[in-house]
């Protein structure tokens, strides 16, 4: 390289457009969020379920051993996080990228440029969606009905999007048809 030439410091940067567009793609986002909701509350469910017979577990042990089991009930907050995370992190990064209740719900996650979830950010979307509802309640929900993409904070945050899964983005598209 001669002096005359420029030299390239640093890390290009290649910024991938937005793979999901509701003007070209409505049927993508036709009622995300009242499904969404539906879906949260069956994976909740999914979720405490074995939590909470994990404590009724705990409670019995505790009553034959003289209540020295009842010590365990300090893990059971501690594992619930754990076994959120996996469930997330592991239903979300499965092929389907979507949880069981997403699943129900004919629902998937996808990054904004298109591709799949994964573990690590399925966690990590329990996780910031945890924190953000717990300081910001109201705002996570008003901003999904603020974008034409119905994009919750905890999305825009961390780069995904839900969608309706492909099945039935296309009897929605043929419905339109129809019509």
Same mark, same amino acid.
């Given at each position: 390289? /001669?002096? /005359? =030439?420029? %030299?390239?410091?640093?890390?290009s940067?290649?910024?991938?457009? !937005? ?7 409505? =049927?993508? +986002?036709?009622?995300v ?6 879906a949260?509350?069956?994976?909740? +469910? ?6 909470a017979?994990?404590?009724? +577990? ?6 034959? @051993?003289? &209540?020295?089991?009842?010590? *365990? ?11 959120? &995370? #996996? ?6 990064? /499965?092929?389907?990228?979507a949880t *069981?209740?997403? %699943? ?9 440029y ?10 990590? !979307?329990a996780?910031? +969606?945890?924190?953000?509802? /717990? &300081?910001? @309640? ?6 999904? *009905?603020l974008? =034409? $993409?119905q994009? *919750?904070? !905890? ?11 492909? #099945? %039935?983005?296309?009897?929605? $598209?043929?419905a339109?048809?129809?019509v």
């Amino acid at each position: 390289m /001669s002096d /005359s =030439e420029s %030299r390239r410091i640093g890390v290009s940067i290649d910024f991938k457009p !937005h793979a999901y567009d509701p003007g070209v793609n409505p =049927e993508l +986002f036709r009622g995300v969020l009242a499904r969404r909701f539906i879906a949260f509350v069956i994976d909740i +469910f999914i979720i405490m379920l074995p939590v909470a017979f994990a404590a009724i +577990f705990i409670f019995f042990l505790g009553l034959v @051993t003289f &209540l020295l089991g009842w010590a *365990l009930f300090w893990l059971l907050y501690p594992c619930t996080i754990v076994w959120a &995370l #996996v469930y997330c992190g592991s239903t979300l990064g /499965s092929p389907a990228s979507a949880t *069981l209740g997403m %699943r129900m719900m004919d629902l998937e996650m996808r990054t904004w440029y298109g591709a799949p979830a994964y573990f690590v950010l399925g966690a990590v !979307h329990a996780i910031v +969606f945890w924190v953000t509802v /717990s &300081l910001l @309640t109201p705002l996570v929900l008003v901003v999904g *009905l603020l974008n =034409e $993409r119905q994009r *919750l904070l !905890h999305d825009i945050l961390i780069g995904t999007v839900i969608i309706n899964n492909p #099945v %039935r983005a296309q009897a929605l $598209r043929m419905a339109g048809l129809q019509v």
